[in-house]
């Protein structure tokens, strides 16, 4: 082959190769900046927005647990951080779900389990004190405008899904209190509970049967109507939290404005999240968020 065509053939190549790797470039862009695909823009499945990871949250396994449900109930999701959530990202999805608190940490932390108390050993001169940072203040991420863009989103028709520890986000926002329903209280050591449905009317407990999960069971207070809540967690050993007993609210469902919004407690773990009779919850409630049953 003369020179010439090999120089054309390896530029020909070299384009081929850029032209791929720009298309799998835009195919990870972030939700923020991705365009609709054209199955969206013509009639395509509904969208989910997923608000994910904390400091004691890491965004690994709550993906890996949100991946296989998506993906087995057809549904593309992308993820999202706290500071991307604005009403013009919002418009483009017709189910926001939430797994994160309310905090971020400016100042940076020591480690992610507030719970051991392993970081006082990487403090020099360890006395048997604990010292933590004086940089470890939490604040809150939420503006009252992104409380006010979940209100209009859900109020327009829309769904919205909390789960675990996002009743956090409540104790920060008026806005976002009123459209989830409640808010978190606190939680003991992670340990097996019982959960049961209240009713087996409701959609999302149809055909689900009592689970026990060894996971964090999160105490919270619901403000609306009590015939919203559709789960409760039990510590049938006994065991209680502080004055609230062995028993504790772990979902409801209600309607706002237009729109249809679920709370399920239970998360803090794959093998929680992956628990059956919880998966079907979850799969449950997607589904009737969206109106697909």
């Given amino acids: 082959m003369p020179e010439r065509h090999k120089i054309l053939s390896r530029r020909g190549a070299l384009r081929a190769m850029g032209a791929s790797v720009a298309a799998a470039m835009v195919s990870k ?7 609709p695909s054209q199955a969206q823009r013509t009639g395509g499945p509904p969208r989910v927005l997923a608000l994910i990871g904390d400091r004691y949250h890491n965004s690994d396994y709550i993906r890996v647990s949100l991946d296989r449900l998506f993906h087995e109930l057809g549904l593309p ?13 919002l418009v483009r999805y017709q189910l926001l779900l939430c ?46 405008e992104q409380g006010e863009a979940i209100k209009d989103f859900v109020s327009a028709g829309n769904g919205f899904y909390a789960l675990h520890n996002s009743s956090h986000i409540s104790l920060s926002s008026k806005s976002y209190r009123d459209v989830m329903g409640g808010a978190y209280i606190g939680h003991p050591p992670l340990r097996p509970f019982l959960v049961r449905a209240v009713s087996k009317d409701h959609p999302i407990t149809s055909g689900v049967s009592d689970f026990v999960v060894n996971d964090e069971q999160h105490y919270v207070a619901y403000d609306k109507d009590p015939h919203n809540i559709v789960l409760e967690a039990e510590n049938i050993d006994g065991l209680t939290y502080e004055s609230h007993g062995t028993k504790s609210i772990s979902g409801w469902v209600h309607e706002y404005g237009k729109g249809r919004v679920v709370f399920t407690a239970a998360g803090h773990n794959i093998p929680a999240m992956w628990q059956p009779e919880y998966f079907k919850v979850q799969k449950n409630a997607v589904r009737w968020l969206l109106r697909m049953t």
């Avoid at 862009?29 to 365009?35: E, F, G, I, K, R």
């Fill in 77 to 89: 999701v992308d993820y999202v951080s706290y500071d991307q959530l604005t009403p013009s990202l």
């Fill in 29 to 35: 862009l972030p939700a923020s900046s991705a365009q």
């Fill in 99 to 144: 797994l994160r608190d309310g905090m971020i940490w400016p100042g940076g932390y020591l480690g992610p389990d507030a719970y051991s108390a392993y970081e006082r050993f990487l403090q020099p001169g360890y006395d048997g004190e604990r010292r933590s940072s004086a940089a470890e203040v939490p604040k809150s991420w939420i503006t009252e």
